[in-house]
């Protein structure tokens, strides 16, 4: 099993500009979920999602869309990228939710 | 609303001594599971050990332990014998035992350790 993928690694965007972060799981499990990480922050919940075509907010959603079409997938839109959104994205993934598995993360730079 | 406080932002330690992080947590509720995560330079956040709150005995997990003291909401981790490769940033985060929206990870600011050779 590849665990929890998430692609880029690393992007730099420029203020106004859309992308999406890609996140994908082989695991079968049922929650996912996007969390950001500032320094001093800790990882904070964005968006999450309890099964295919279920998603819900996190703690800090403004900015960010999120859809679940499929199990495996859960991508993370960022519809019109501000300097605030510069922040390592963690992709996770839990089947009964004890232990979450995290991807290798994202390093986003909004310029 | 639940929040995890982590009072010690750095720690350091002489290699194969042991050290004690710190962290305490706020709520109300009686079912939960509380966690200890490495996060080294490479960025991958890998999970050290895990406690339920029912069980009364603390978990271990080769060097690593902890302290559960569910009445004072305290979650210590100990290390024993540091290695070099214990050098990262450690967090301490909860989580409601019940599922749904309840699997959301509520995660402390993190403290560095610093393994001195």
């Known amino acids: 099993n590849a665990g929890v993928t998430q692609t880029p690694k690393f992007q730099v965007l420029k203020t106004g500009q859309s992308m999406t972060l890609q996140c994908a799981q082989d695991?079968?499990?049922?929650?996912m979920s996007w969390y950001r990480q500032d320094p001093g922050m800790g990882l904070r919940l964005i968006h999450y999602?309890?099964?295919?075509?279920?998603?819900d907010q996190g703690e800090v959603p403004n900015g960010y869309n999120v859809s679940r079409s499929t199990t495996e997938d859960f991508p993370l839109r960022l519809l019109s990228a501000a300097p605030s959104q510069t922040s390592v994205y963690f992709c996770?993934?839990?089947?009964?939710?004890?232990?979450?598995?995290f991807g290798p993360g994202t390093r986003l730079t909004v310029t | 609303a639940q929040t995890v406080t982590q009072s010690q932002p750095e720690m350091s330690v002489q290699e194969a001594e042991t050290v004690t992080l710190s962290c305490t947590y706020d709520?109300?509720?009686?079912?939960?599971?509380l966690f200890w995560y490495k996060q080294p330079p490479s960025r991958q956040m890998i999970l050290v050990i895990r406690?339920?709150?029912?069980?009364?005995q603390n978990a271990t997990e080769n060097r690593f332990s902890v302290n559960f003291q569910k009445a004072a909401k305290s979650f210590s981790l100990k290390i024993s014998d540091s290695q070099l490769g214990d050098a990262a940033m450690y967090f301490c985060?909860?989580?409601?035992?019940?599922?749904?929206?309840?699997?959301?990870?509520?995660f402390g600011k993190g403290t560095l350790l610093t393994v001195n050779p």
């Open positions: 996770a993934s839990s089947r009964t939710g004890a232990e979450q598995y």
């Open positions: 695991m079968n499990h049922e929650y």
């Open positions: 999602s309890v099964g295919a075509g279920i998603t």
């Open positions: 709520t109300s509720e009686s079912d939960y599971y």
């Open positions: 406690q339920e709150a029912y069980k009364q």
């Open positions: 985060a909860y989580r409601l035992y019940s599922g749904g929206s309840n699997y959301k990870l509520t």
